[in-house]
């Protein structure tokens, strides 16, 4: 794993050895801003209109690999962060075709692969990454980002002493360091992180800069005018034709396919560790994780809270035991709340998941024993494993009726309301009413924008308030978009919950929960690989019928679930497949209780009300009590501290201390 850096003149010459020197200086600051993501060694290489830094941490060809890596005749120069999994088999084929290697390092493929096949390497790469690669013979600049957006990249495109300078970094942090890089609120990001807890790319929460959207990737000439292109999609996901066969055929095929996504990760020149919850995903690619690896000793960890309705400890620690790893946990309680501002600095734009906190926490515990860990992530977008997947049978049956007369519904239901008194007693009456009426709703609303509004934190009416009318003019445009109901819709798939997982794969997926995972393990210099968003993978659970995912009624990932019974010992699977989705969340209301009167002044003296950017008095309502007043709190909290963090830069911000009890 690495950060990777970079600027290209895209127009106007270089003036002189001493401006090429000072862009050369700003790359090597770029650098030093991501130095967390690659301790081991700091490179820097420029040829005419180019500059591309890198950090590496090594992991593969300890000795050889550093970057960038060139073609033969260093024409083609490649700078990446991630592994490419597949690199042998590339390697054996390019070499097949004349293609001479110097190196053991996966990253060499992709300079070959490049010359071998121009952009369409992209679909024949298996891994993670965020890559660049400068070809000199075209004058060209070609970034990418992997399918399901593992690695990020963000990119900037502004103006210096006349130029027009294209920069781009594994971090946003990297391209703010600089100086021609204003760090100016974006409204549509804010809409973004206020509606779903995240931003969406390419937007972020900064104007002129923007994310590479998973799956694309963005070719830029030298001597460019005019605004960039948008990038290009090179992935898509297919949830047709469904596969056919009897059903120990097709789990057959599903734990081939885990067990290969397991076998190629565990690659590395250094030792490799498994990050575990003692739930089903992070089980199964433990369980399989010992059988590739057989008695050589094996780390977990886990991290947990003092709260035993949301600690996983105790399953993490059985199923560590069964398996017979070097089991390593820790306890994480509401003092995490005090590491907020550190945690922003490293994600760089405000993510409102609460498990940022657990997962900062087991990261720096395992960053202390290995490089590398696997994790359970990608199984339940590709399984069906959230409890919002579920839906009523009813709505399901009403929806389903010719033409679904929804006057007649509605008038039916309302009859039945007026006899519902007469037979049963009032708090029967009402719970049967209100499950008929949403019932009655949900059949006669699109199921996209119904799923929309089931993962919205603020509706678009709420942000607007927030945002003023100044604010919410400049985000009109994103607040008319309704892109998880847009990704619903554009789905290759008929049955609603293959739509359901296409949507959360492409939204919540890459820009949520990757964000997530790589900023937080990357914080502490360790590598997060996981085995169950392989592609493959992803592209056989697609086309698996939707009763190997969930079925009525039922827990969802019932594929894994059998798969688990497979691999797991005995009495391990009973445990892991018997247990409903926890989730890695802490306590949230419990902390937010024991820090308000410290967080509550930092909202009230808001630096973002100050600023003009939201406000003041729907600010103000947005963080009074009500029946979400927990998750509001806890983004406009995070929104806050991102203000002051990465904005004003008050990277060393403190909460204020809580007065003793």
Request: net charge positive.
């Amino acid at each position: 794993m690495c950060a990777v850096a970079g600027v290209l003149m895209l127009e106007g010459p270089l003036e002189s050895e001493a401006h090429a020197e000072e862009l050369r200086a700003a790359v090597r600051g770029m650098n030093l801003a991501q130095a967390h993501r690659g301790p081991d060694d700091d490179t820097l290489w420029s040829q005419g209109p180019m500059v591309l830094g890198h950090r590496r941490l090594s992991i593969i060809d300890l000795e050889g690999g550093r970057q960038p890596l060139a073609s033969e005749d260093g024409a083609v120069q490649v700078i990446c962060n991630g592994e490419i999994y597949n690199h042998r088999e590339l390697r054996a084929e390019l070499c097949a075709r004349g293609h001479r290697f110097r190196t053991r390092s996966d990253v060499e493929v992709i300079v070959h692969a490049y010359e071998e096949w121009g952009t369409m390497l992209l679909r024949r790469l298996s891994g993670m990454y965020g890559l660049a690669i400068y070809d000199a013979r075209q004058r060209q600049l070609l970034l990418a980002r992997d399918p399901v957006g593992e690695k990020p990249l963000y990119y900037h495109l502004g103006t210096h002493r006349g130029a027009r300078l294209l920069s781009f970094a594994s971090e946003a942090k990297g391209v703010l360091a600089l100086p021609w890089v204003e760090r100016r609120v974006d409204p549509a990001g804010l809409s973004d992180y206020l509606r779903y807890r995240y931003i969406a790319a390419p937007r972020t929460a900064l104007v002129g800069l923007r994310k590479l959207p998973a799956g694309t990737y963005l070719r830029v000439p030298v001597g460019h005018s005019g605004p960039l292109p948008e990038p290009t999609a090179f992935w898509e996901l297919r949830y047709r034709p469904k596969l056919r066969g009897r059903r120990l055929q097709v789990l057959q095929q599903v734990e081939e396919a885990v067990a290969e996504a397991v076998r190629s990760r565990l690659m590395a020149d250094v030792p490799v560790g498994v990050l575990i919850s003692g739930g089903i995903d992070s089980s199964l690619v433990l369980g399989l994780m010992r059988r590739h690896l057989g008695p050589q000793p094996l780390l977990s960890f886990c991290a947990g809270f003092s709260d035993e309705q949301h600690d996983e400890r105790p399953l993490a620690a059985a199923v560590a035991h069964a398996l017979g790893t070097i089991h390593h946990s820790c306890v994480v309680d509401h003092a995490a709340l005090d590491l907020l501002p550190r945690l922003l600095y490293h994600l760089d734009e405000p993510l409102g998941d609460p498990s940022i906190m657990p997962t900062y926490h087991v990261a720096a515990l395992a960053a202390q024993h290995v490089k590398v860990v696997l994790t359970g992530d990608g199984g339940d977008e590709g399984f069906a494993g959230y409890d919002r997947y579920r839906r009523s049978r009813l709505s399901d049956l009403l929806r389903a009726l010719p033409h679904r007369p929804h006057g007649l519904l509605r008038r039916a239901v309302t009859l039945l309301g007026t006899r519902l008194p007469w037979l049963l007693p009032p708090p029967v009456q009402q719970r049967i009413l209100d499950r008929l009426h949403t019932s009655q709703q949900a059949a006669e609303e699109p199921l996209g924008r119904l799923f929309e509004r089931s993962v919205t934190a603020f509706c678009p009416a709420e942000v607007r308030a927030l945002l003023g009318p100044a604010g919410a003019a400049e985000a009109h445009q994103a607040l008319a978009t309704e892109q998880v109901a847009e990704w619903f819709d554009s789905a290759d798939a008929e049955h609603y919950l293959d739509r359901f997982l296409h949507s959360d794969l492409r939204t919540y997926l890459a820009d949520n929960l990757m964000v997530k995972s790589d900023r937080m393990t990357m914080a502490h210099g360790l590598e997060a690989r996981a085995p169950l968003l392989d592609v493959g993978l992803l592209e056989l659970a697609a086309r698996l019928p939707v009763r190997y995912k969930r079925r009525p009624g039922s827990q969802g990932k019932i594929a894994l679930r059998a798969l688990a019974r497979r691999v797991l010992p005995p009495l391990v699977a009973a445990q892991v497949t018997g247990q409903g989705k926890r989730g890695f969340t802490p306590p949230l209301a419990s902390w937010l209780a024991a820090h308000w009167s410290t967080l509550e002044p930092l909202l009230a003296r808001s630096s973002l009300v100050e600023a003009g950017l939201v406000e003041a008095s729907a600010w103000a309502a947005a963080r009074g009590p009500g029946e979400r007043s927990v998750e509001r709190r806890f983004l406009l909290v995070l929104l806050e501290l991102w203000h002051r963090v990465v904005i004003l830069g008050q990277r060393d911000l403190a909460l204020p201390q809580r007065a003793a009890a």
